[in-house]
C-alpha cells in the first residue's frame, strides 16, 4: 500500500516551519482587478467535478449545499458579523439562488461581487474605528462588551453596527490598558491595527478572493480538504523542499486571531516551555530589539510570513495564554528559529521509582513525541536509518536491562506522522496481525497489519493519551486497546481519521498551460480492527484523568462538517488478553482526588472552559482588573502549592531575571504528574496479576 503521512492540518505546518523567503512589499490591488479570471473558471469546474467523484463524502451540489457554501464564505470573510449589513446578505442571497448551477459552470461572479462590497465595508468600519480612537473613553461605567460570533444577527442598520463596534473599540483600548499600556501606546497601537486591517484586505489579490471563495467550497463538504491557488502551491513546494527552519508551531486563525493549535516536536516554541496549544499570538517583532507590530486581525497568511525566517534569526512573540483568557499575563517569548532535526523528535526514555504505592517496583517511560521515519536515508539505502519503531525498540531493550516491571508509552501532545511506524510499533508487543482499516471513497476497504512475527516487550503495557494525541496516535492506541494488549489511560483522543492527498487540478486538463492550483482532498479513513471508526470520537481511554472531564469543544469535535463517526465490519484478529479495569480505576480516582498535581491541572482545564465559554465582559475596568486578578491567582496558587509540596521554589516565568535550570526543572516536573500516575496504575495491576486475585488489566496471556 502506498505510503501514507498524515498530520494536521499540512499545510499550516509546513508554512510555519519553512526558512523566509523573500517577499515583495504588496499593493493596494486595483478594484478593477478584482474580477475572475478565464482560468479560475477552468479550475472552478474542475474542482468541482474532482470534489464530486473522489471526495470521501459524497455529497450532490444541490441549492440546500450551496447556500451553506455561501454561508460559509461570509462567515471566512465576517466570522463576527461585524462588517456585512442585513440588506448586504439580503442581496448576496438574492443572487446566490441559482449559485449550484453556476458553480457547475464555473461562474464565480457572485463571490467576486460579495468581496468588493466587503471591502468597501471594512473601509467604513476601519474610518469609524479611527475617528472613535479621536475621542475619550470612560472605564467607570457600568457596561459590558458581548464577543460578537457567526450566530449575532446581522446588524440591520448602520446605526446598529457603529454601536457594536463602540463597545468594540472600547474592549481593545481596555484590554491594552490592563496589558499595563499608557493611554499614548494604546491609541498608537489600535490605529496601526485598524488601518492594517484596511491595508491588507486592500492587497488582496483574484487569486486569494477565487482561493478564499473555493476554500468555503470545500469546507462545506469536510475541514481538511482546501484549495491551493497556484502562488500558494508554489509557497508550498519551497517550504517542503526546504530543511524544517523555524520556531515549530502549527498556527490556524480563529476569527481575528492567531492560535496556536501545536507545536513541534524539538522546535524552539516547544523547547520553550512558554508557548501551548491554544495560545493567542498578539504581537510579532524582529531581533533582540525591534518593535513589536501587532497582528490581532491579521490574515494567517501574513502572520505566518512575520514569524519565519532564516536560521538563527531572533523572533519575538506577544503571547496571551489560553490558559488564563485575560490581558493581564500577556507575556513576550524570545525564540531563535532553527533547525528541527529528527533527533529532537526522536523518542526518549527514563524510569519512574520508589512508588507509593508499589515500592521496590519500576516503571519505563518510553515518551513518543511524532511517528518519524528518515525516508530520504530510507531511500539513500542507509542501513541503520532513523524510525521511531527501531528506536523504541531499542530504548525497550535498555529499559528491560535495567529491570523494569512495566512499560508506559507517553503519546500525549503526540499529533502524528508516519503510518508505516504506527503499524510497525504496534507490531512490537503483537505478534503478527491487522493493525488498521482503511476505506476509501469508493468504499474498498484495505487492511495494514504486522506481518513481522515476534514481540519486543511481552511484560505489562500502558499508553498514556491526551486531547492532542491525533492520527498514528490514535491508531496505535486504538489497536494496544482492540487487541486487549495494555490499558490506555488519559483523555479522549484528537479524533482525526481522515487521509489526504495533493492533487494537481492540471491534470485534468491535458493540454492546459496556466497553473489551475492544487487540491488537497480528503481520500479514505481509518478504522479501528474492531470495526469502529477513530473519526470523531478519538480513542476513549480505559482511565480517564479528570481533565477530561473539562473538555468541552476540541479536535475533531470542534470543526465544522466534520465527517461522523462510522463503522465497518471487523477485521479478523485475535485478542491476546482481557481487560478489567475498575478497581484500578476506583484507586486512581482516590489516590487523583488528594494529589496537589492534579488539583492544579484540573483548575487549568477549568479555567481554561472557563474563558471559553465567556459571551461577555465588563467594560468597567475596576471590574475587569478584578476579574483579572482573581483567575491568575487561581491560576498560580495551585501550581505554587504543589511545587512546595514537592520541595521545590516556584519560578515566576514571567520575572525578568529567571533561574532556567530550575524552570526546566519545575517544568519536568509539572509534565511528569500525569505520567507518574500512569505509572502508578501500571504498579497497582502488576500487584494485583502477581497476587492472582484481580483483574488481568496489563498482562498478555
Excluded: C
Aim: glycine share 6%; aromatic share 8%; charged share 30%.
Amino acid at each position: 500500500m502506498k505510503q501514507r503521512l498524515f498530520r494536521f492540518p499540512l499545510l499550516l505546518v509546513a508554512l510555519l516551519i519553512a526558512a523566509t523567503t523573500t517577499l515583495a512589499a504588496p499593493s493596494s490591488v486595483p478594484l478593477s482587478e478584482l474580477f475572475p479570471s478565464p482560468t479560475q473558471t477552468k479550475a472552478a469546474i474542475v474542482i468541482n467535478k474532482v470534489l464530486e467523484r473522489y471526495h470521501y463524502r459524497k455529497v450532490a451540489l444541490d441549492r440546500d449545499f450551496a447556500a451553506s457554501v455561501l454561508d460559509r464564505y461570509l462567515k471566512a470573510l465576517d466570522p463576527n458579523r461585524t462588517f456585512f449589513l442585513a440588506r448586504d446578505v439580503e442581496r448576496f442571497q438574492n443572487g446566490a439562488r441559482q449559485l449550484d448551477e453556476s458553480l457547475r459552470r464555473g461562474e464565480l461572479d457572485i463571490s467576486f461581487d460579495i468581496f468588493r462590497v466587503y471591502r468597501a465595508r471594512v473601509d467604513e468600519r476601519v474610518a469609524y474605528a479611527l475617528k472613535q480612537l479621536d475621542g475619550r473613553f470612560e472605564f467607570d461605567t457600568a457596561e459590558t462588551f458581548t464577543f460578537e460570533s457567526d450566530e449575532t444577527p446581522w446588524a440591520r442598520s448602520t446605526a446598529e453596527l457603529d454601536e457594536r463596534w463602540r463597545k468594540r473599540i472600547k474592549h481593545d483600548y481596555l484590554s491594552l490598558r490592563l496589558a499595563d499600556k499608557s493611554d499614548e501606546e494604546v491609541r498608537d497601537r489600535l490605529r496601526k491595527r485598524y488601518e492594517g486591517l484596511a491595508r491588507r484586505i486592500h492587497q488582496f489579490k483574484r487569486d486569494d478572493v477565487f482561493q478564499a471563495f473555493m476554500n468555503a467550497y470545500t469546507e462545506t463538504l469536510e475541514p481538511h480538504t482546501s484549495y491551493m491557488s497556484p502562488s500558494t502551491s508554489e509557497n508550498f513546494d519551497i517550504s517542503m523542499k526546504l530543511s524544517l527552519e523555524g520556531i515549530g508551531a502549527v498556527l490556524r486563525s480563529d476569527n481575528e486571531y492567531t492560535v496556536v493549535q501545536s507545536t513541534v516536536p524539538g522546535g524552539p516554541a516547544r523547547e520553550s516551555g512558554q508557548i501551548h496549544a491554544g495560545d493567542h499570538i498578539l504581537g510579532v517583532a524582529q531581533g533582540l530589539d525591534g518593535s513589536m507590530e501587532d497582528v490581532v486581525g491579521w490574515r494567517l497568511e501574513d502572520v505566518v510570513d512575520k514569524i519565519r525566517g532564516p536560521k538563527g534569526s531572533v523572533v519575538r512573540l506577544q503571547i496571551q495564554p489560553k490558559a488564563t483568557g485575560s490581558s493581564k499575563p500577556v507575556r513576550e517569548v524570545a525564540l531563535v528559529r532553527n533547525e528541527i532535526k529528527l533527533e529532537d523528535q526522536a523518542a526518549k526514555s527514563y524510569v519512574v521509582e520508589d512508588l507509593d504505592n508499589a515500592p521496590g517496583l519500576k516503571v519505563g517511560v518510553i515518551e513518543i513525541p511524532a511517528f518519524y521515519r528518515d525516508f530520504e536515508a530510507e531511500g539513500s539505502g542507509t542501513a541503520d536509518f532513523r524510525s521511531t519503531t527501531r528506536d523504541v525498540r531499542r530504548l525497550i531493550n535498555d529499559l528491560v536491562m535495567r529491570g523494569i516491571d512495566g512499560l508506559l508509552i507517553d503519546l500525549r501532545s503526540n499529533g502524528g506522522g508516519s503510518l508505516a511506524e504506527a503499524t510497525s510499533l504496534t507490531g512490537l508487543f503483537i505478534d503478527v496481525g491487522p493493525v488498521v482499516q482503511v476505506k476509501d471513497a469508493f468504499g474498498k476497504v484495505e487492511i495494514e497489519a504486522d506481518r513481522d512475527p515476534g514481540v519486543a516487550y511481552t511484560g505489562p503495557l500502558a499508553v498514556l493519551v491526551d486531547r492532542e494525541s491525533a492520527s498514528a496516535s490514535e491508531i496505535f492506541a486504538a489497536a494496544i486497546q482492540d487487541y486487549g494488549r495494555g490499558l490506555i489511560i488519559g483523555e479522549p483522543t484528537f479524533g482525526k481519521g481522515t487521509v489526504q492527498t495533493l492533487i494537481d487540478l492540471n491534470r485534468y486538463v491535458p493540454g492546459e498551460k496556466s497553473d489551475l492550483g492544487r487540491l488537497r482532498l480528503t481520500m479514505a479513513e481509518f478504522f479501528r480492527i474492531s470495526g469502529g471508526s477513530t473519526q470523531l470520537r478519538g480513542v476513549e481511554p480505559d482511565i480517564r484523568f479528570p481533565s477530561a472531564d473539562y473538555i468541552s469543544e476540541h479536535g475533531e469535535r470542534s470543526l465544522d462538517n466534520a465527517l461522523p463517526w462510522t463503522q465497518i465490519d471487523p477485521a479478523g484478529f485475535k485478542k491476546v488478553g482481557e481487560m478489567h479495569f475498575e478497581t484500578l480505576a476506583r484507586r486512581s480516582a482516590e489516590r487523583v482526588s488528594k494529589d496537589e498535581g492534579f488539583k492544579m491541572l484540573t483548575e487549568r482545564s477549568r479555567l481554561v472552559r472557563e474563558v471559553e465559554e465567556q459571551k461577555q465582559v465588563s467594560l468597567r475596568e475596576s471590574e475587569r482588573r478584578a476579574e483579572d486578578e482573581q483567575r491568575n491567582q487561581r491560576f498560580k496558587a495551585d501550581q505554587e502549592q504543589f511545587l512546595r509540596a514537592r520541595g521545590l521554589t516556584p519560578i515566576d516565568e514571567d520575572a525578568d531575571q529567571v533561574d532556567e535550570e530550575a524552570l526546566e526543572k519545575q517544568r519536568e516536573v509539572i509534565a511528569r504528574i500525569e505520567a507518574e500516575e500512569a505509572a502508578r496504575i501500571l504498579a497497582d495491576g502488576i500487584l494485583m496479576q502477581r497476587g492472582n486475585n484481580g483483574p488481568r488489566a496489563v498482562m498478555r496471556d
